[in-house]
């Protein structure tokens, strides 16, 4: 009778101790950010910038059905597309509509288009933002690449010093020149499809945390 005793008492412990060390890998989270290196960061290329991090898969199903969501939402305004299986939302904006010809400041009108951004982006850790200026290929090599890099510093202006963007918001941002055509450069509709910014929204360690504590489904 004692051997039976102590043989269910052993399987209740072993049942109880193999229960809290589920509980607890279950539990052992750890942010993806925590040993993220924002100096590397900016010398990533743009596709390991947008791969990074890598969300675990108890948090991803969460994610991306948020990602789809705000995908779905955006798109009443924007060309919206998504990145790594709907973990990336990619908004595109036409530079034409944001930039006049050959001009480097943003046009009047520009912050029209902006504005609906700034909301998802009043939360510095809710998303990394990447955003990356392309051209079409007309000029020379130089007038491409000093075009692309003062259209990125204006908008990055704008984010920080009339749209007042948090400064501890996580951007990312790349001077594409023509390196990254949508299509040909060979007719005029062509190369306003290649003329454009891609805004990048990459889950940020708030969000991820709330898909960790099922505070977003």
């Known amino acids: 009778m004692l051997q039976i005793l102590f043989r269910v008492g052993f399987l209740i412990a072993a049942l109880l101790c193999?229960?809290?060390?589920?509980?607890?890998?279950?539990?052992?989270?750890?942010?993806?950010?925590?040993?993220?290196?924002?100096?590397?960061a900016f010398d990533m290329e743009i596709e390991e910038n947008l791969a990074t991090p890598v969300i675990q898969q108890p948090e991803?199903?969460?994610?991306?059905?948020?990602?789809?969501?705000?995908?779905?939402?955006?798109?009443?305004?924007?060309?919206?597309?998504?990145?790594?299986?709907?973990?990336?939302?990619?908004?595109t904006i036409p530079s034409d509509d944001l930039f006049l010809p050959n001009d480097t400041l943003l046009s009047p009108y520009a912050p029209t288009l902006l504005r609906p951004l700034l909301p998802l982006l009043r939360d510095p850790d809710l998303f990394k933002l990447v955003?990356?200026?392309?051209?079409?290929?007309?000029?020379?090599?130089?007038?491409?690449?000093?075009?692309?890099?003062?259209?990125?510093?204006s908008i990055y202006a704008w984010l920080l010093d009339v749209a007042k963007v948090n400064p501890?918001?996580?951007?990312?941002?790349?001077?594409?020149?023509?390196?990254?055509?949508?299509?040909?450069?060979?007719?005029?509709?062509n190369r306003a499809l290649n003329r454009r910014i891609e805004f990048f929204l990459v889950p940020g360690p708030k969000l991820i945390t709330l898909a960790h504590t099922k505070k977003i489904k």
């Open 18 to 40: 193999a229960q809290s060390s589920s509980y607890l890998r279950a539990d052992d989270f750890k942010d993806p950010y925590a040993d993220y290196d924002e100096t590397a």
């Open 60 to 91: 991803k199903a969460p994610i991306v059905k948020y990602m789809t969501a705000l995908a779905h939402q955006l798109k009443q305004r924007y060309k919206v597309e998504t990145l790594r299986a709907g973990e990336v939302v990619v908004v």
């Open 131 to 153: 955003y990356a200026v392309h051209t079409d290929n007309t000029g020379s090599p130089s007038y491409i690449e000093n075009l692309a890099s003062a259209r990125n510093q």
């Open 168 to 189: 501890d918001l996580f951007i990312i941002n790349y001077d594409m020149g023509d390196s990254r055509p949508l299509v040909d450069n060979d007719t005029r509709a």
